[in-house]
């Protein structure tokens, strides 16, 4: 039996505001409203939950997602002209900047929420031979 991520739930202040942050920073559908929920759905099937939650409880997590290189350009270029912080590693020691680790291109930058967002083209150590 293989096993794959179906969904997981991610805590913000505002849950429609994260998920149309997060929508609308990588051109995807306008998430949908399921109960104490906004769904984000990835081309995978996967789900982002978005729970509103007191913000004392929520607890900054590490969100890694990997996209085309079109994808990439399209939310860099809203990241710059929305003038949002972004870092090039996950410790913001590279401020305004990318990196290109594995031959791709990634970048860090927060949520409405403060969890740390990472969108890269090439997946940690690289495509398989």
Known sequence: MSVELNHTI???RNNRESA??????LGLETAKAW??????????????DYATAPE??????????LVSEEE???AYKRIVERGMEHWA???RKQPGTINHNDGG?????LDPAGHAMELLTVPYG????
């Open 105 to 109: 291109r990634g970048v860090y930058f």
């Open 126 to 129: 690289g495509w398989p031979s």
């Open 56 to 65: 004392d409880q929520i607890t900054p997590q590490h969100y890694a997602f």
């Open 35 to 48: 109960g104490p929920f906004v769904a984000v759905t990835l081309s995978n099937g996967v789900t982002l």
């Open 89 to 91: 590693d996950p410790h």
């Open 20 to 25: 149309d942050f997060f929508t609308e920073l």
């Open 72 to 74: 990439f350009d399209a």
């Open 10 to 12: 991610v805590h913000a």
